[in-house]
């Protein structure tokens, strides 16, 4: 699926380059459950573009299925990585049921009209995350929390087999987030690939098999020998201690 | 049926309805058998031309209510492409300037005699200055997000056109009849348009209105960012040269057809907006049937109200507060 090999990415600063991940290597198979942690600004949302292939690695290469990011047909790869950006508001009033249906644009010919196919996982997405009774609404008269989960069905209405999410449980309560996180859990069960970006280390802990850390140094590893007070101390410039959770002073 | 189709029907057949009372408006004797029957004539080729009836049906009225539906049709639908482009229910063809970029350069191809050399040469010139005017405009939109700068971009770029045409009008002083037609024409008229005009504008609208289909789904998922949009596999960069293609060919064949037609590309996707949504594959042929049937209603009262006034004057009037409505509407913060 996705191959990170010696990655860097950097953005423009004065005449130089600020960057934010250095030295990646990481393999995104089937099945794969990732989160990627780190402080504010620290490059978590860059990383994720670049696995979307939204934006090209500054050193070093991303492949998908082998083939670099940037060779791909840009249907073909959005028929298999989905992307949910941290914030995204249409400029006009959509019903959210239309947005959801934009989940499956790469499926569809320019001209082509939605099949029932395409019409049921529509539904399916909209039901995953319980958004089915919205599907009519308009987005202006939807709350933050009901727009995320709008936007991760549109998400989910791809059936790609690599999800990428940005924050995708930060306007969420605590029961829509456990919903959200136990379907990209069955999901990934069932081989897909789920990368989240997440401030909530509980939410690494408890669903993330690897941690990709983006601080100073970039580091990857099993969850259990990253979330590890001394290397979040680092991370986070605090003191941190396991209590029963990890907890910061 | 969806609330899109079903007004979708609706306006349908309140086109053919009123399609049928404009051809019955004005001199000559007819009723609707009379008129049907000229049509179904016309339509198997067996019009009677020494018949008065058939004359008028056929040759001058049917021809002038396809050309005025064709318009609106165009109009309305290139406005929608055009705010789904700009992401700004503001962004009009005439608002921005684009109808008069593509009037200027009608004009002049005019003035230089180009059009001798074929219907189509008008409507291709027309779609050029379209297609000019959005290319500045998109690179302006490049550098800013702010839709007041836009907007006084798009009224400097429409000024600016228009001042160019009249200076070319002034250099052509001379040629007193031409400048009197070129002047009525840019007010947007309807008058004496035939099925030659018809199959001129039939050409780069339908083309572009199929353009613009095609582009439906692409501009919705615009409408969420440039990010959301490339990773759905819609690059913004294609979406946008094909909308502005579209949006050329739609603005363009209207003016080259009807002249200057103000607001009403702003004013019908805004309701049509307001009444579906925001998806594209429903606003804009919603937004044609609805820009068609509005066009074809100002002409139909203009012929019978009063023959002075032009319907680009009749849609400026009324397009103009609809504009302020917007504007102020706008600055109003939306409920969450």
């Not at chain 2, 002034?170 to 009197?180: F, P, Q, S, V």
């Amino acid at each position: 699926m996705i191959r990170v090999t010696d990655c860097a990415l950097g953005v423009p600063r004065g005449h130089g380059t600020r960057w934010l991940v250095q030295g990646l290597a990481v393999d995104i198979d089937a099945g794969a459950r990732v989160a990627v942690i780190g402080p504010s600004g620290a490059g978590k949302t860059t990383l994720l573009r670049a696995l979307a292939g939204l934006v090209a690695p500054t050193k070093g290469t991303i492949t998908l299925d082998d083939r670099p990011m940037i060779d791909w047909d840009p249907r073909l790869r959005a028929r298999r990585i989905a992307w949910l950006p941290q914030r995204a508001e249409p400029w006009s009033d959509v019903i959210a049921e239309d947005i959801v249906a934009l989940g499956r644009t790469p499926h569809l010919g320019a001209l082509a009209r939605p099949s029932d196919a395409d019409r049921a996982a529509t539904r399916d997405a909209l039901a995953r995350v319980a958004v089915e009774d919205l599907a009519t609404r308009k987005w202006s008269t939807l709350s933050g929390g009901e727009r995320q989960r709008v936007m991760i069905a549109r998400m989910l209405a791809s059936d790609a087999r690599i999800l990428l999410l940005d924050e995708p449980t930060s306007a969420l309560d605590v029961g829509h987030a456990m919903r959200v996180m136990q379907c990209c859990d069955a999901l990934a069960t069932a081989g897909t690939a789920i990368v989240f970006a997440t401030h909530e280390l509980e939410l690494a802990r408890r669903w993330a098999d690897r941690v990709i850390c983006i601080g100073e140094t970039t580091a990857v590893g099993p969850t259990e020998q990253m979330l590890v007070p001394e290397r979040m101390s680092a991370l986070f410039g605090v003191q941190a201690r396991w209590g029963r959770s990890m907890i910061f002073e | 049926m969806s609330p899109a189709r079903r007004l979708g029907v609706v306006l349908t057949i309140v086109a053919a309805l009123l399609g049928i009372v404009a051809i019955g408006v004005g001199p000559g004797d007819l009723d609707v058998s009379k008129i049907l029957g000229a049509i179904g004539r016309g339509l198997v080729g067996r019009d009677d031309p020494s018949d008065l009836g058939d004359a008028l049906v056929w040759w001058l009225r049917v021809p002038r209510v396809l050309v005025v539906l064709l318009v609106g049709a165009a109009l309305a639908g290139g406005g929608a492409v055009t705010q789904g482009l700009f992401r700004n229910p503001l962004a009009d063809p005439s608002v921005l300037g684009i109808s008069l970029g593509a009037a200027f350069v009608a004009v002049l191809g005019l003035l230089m005699g180009l059009d001798r050399a074929g219907i189509w040469v008008t409507p291709v010139l027309a779609a050029t200055g379209a297609a000019l005017a959005l290319a500045i405009l998109l690179a302006l939109a490049s550098r800013t997000s702010d839709t007041t700068t836009l907007l006084l971009a798009g009224v400097a770029l429409g000024a600016t056109c228009g001042a160019a045409t009249t200076c070319v009008l002034a250099l052509a002083g001379d040629r007193y009849d031409l400048g009197i037609r070129v002047m009525r024409w840019l007010m947007g008229s309807f008058e004496g348009r035939s099925w030659g005009h018809f199959i001129g504008a039939a050409i780069p609208i339908g083309l572009g209105l199929v353009l613009a289909m095609s582009q439906a789904r692409d501009l919705d998922a615009l409408a969420l960012g440039d990010d959301v949009a490339a990773s759905l596999g819609a690059s913004p960069r294609r979406v946008g040269r094909r909308a502005v293609t579209s949006v050329a060919l739609l603005v363009g064949g209207a003016t080259a057809v009807a002249g200057v037609l103000g607001f009403l590309g702003l004013v019908v996707p805004h309701v049509v907006r307001w009444r579906l949504g925001g998806a594209h594959r429903s606003l804009i042929p919603i937004s044609a049937l609805g820009g068609a049937v509005i066009l074809l209603a100002v002409d139909t009262w203009t012929r019978v109200a009063t023959e002075a006034l032009p319907p680009g004057v009749i849609t400026s009037l009324l397009g103009a507060p609809a504009f302020l409505w917007i504007l102020l509407a706008q600055a109003r913060p939306r409920s969450q």
